[in-house]
């Protein structure tokens, strides 16, 4: 199986941009993409936080996975995070692509080529540290939980009313949430990224929300 992975953060390349520079790069080595995997949050979340990101990484348990992703900081902008990562795809024997670099990690990689890699993403200017929530994220919300039903739900050209219904919620609020999260055009985005598959739907895409389950813990409470 081949992931293209993507992360949908304010600060990163829209989903578009990543797709593209990732299928430019597949086609570049005949590589076939099979599944998109997208991670979405309003902001960069750390790792400890990011639970279906793990559970993804986890998942691939033999050399028959291969991932890419555009670079390397989409999978984390933090090096302590990186090298964890790219821990557990050396562990589970995965190929990891970098695409902008054309790095390979996997199980033969010589640790020469990857720690100016590592150097490098050290090196980037850290963002200024904000009193308070930083600038693009939000706050938790009752409807985190319903995150994944409700991008099903728009992608297949439902109306906020029949959402609401569908869910039993107040559609002002529901209205609320989805235009707050621009949940509309992270549609169209994931609809876009997902041409070159085969069946062009968003359903081929895998989405990681990382709020999903700290909200589903919250109501068992």
């Known amino acids: 199986m081949v992931y293209a992975y993507m992360r949908q953060v304010p600060s990163f390349n829209n989903l578009v941009t990543q797709k593209n520079d990732i299928l430019a790069f597949s086609h570049y080595k005949n590589i076939d993409i099979e599944q998109e995997v997208v991670e979405y949050a309003t902001k960069d979340l750390p790792i400890d936080e990011r639970k279906d990101f793990e559970k993804f990484l986890k998942s691939l348990a033999s050399d028959r996975f291969t991932v890419m992703v555009a670079s390397l900081s989409i999978l984390s902008t933090r090096v302590d995070e990186l090298v964890k990562i790219i821990n557990c795809v050396l562990s589970h024997e995965v190929d990891l692509w970098i695409c902008d670099i054309h790095l390979l990690i996997n199980r033969y990689s010589r640790m020469s080529d990857v720690f100016p890699v590592l150097e490098e993403q050290r090196k980037k200017p850290k963002s200024k540290i904000q009193i308070g929530r930083p600038k693009g994220s939000k ?32 559609r002002s609020s529901l209205k609320d949430y989805i235009e707050s999260r621009e949940l509309k055009s992270l549609v169209t985005s994931l609809g876009r990224a997902a041409e070159g598959l085969e069946g062009k739907e968003v ?19």
């Open 203 to 221: 359903d081929n895409i895998i989405l990681i929300c990382p709020f999903e389950e700290e909200a589903r813990e919250k109501v068992k409470v």
């Open 139 to 170: 706050s938790s919300s009752k409807f985190d939980m319903y995150h994944s039903k409700i991008m099903t739900m728009l992608s297949r050209d439902k109306t906020v009313s029949a959402i609401a219904r569908t869910l039993n919620v107040s």
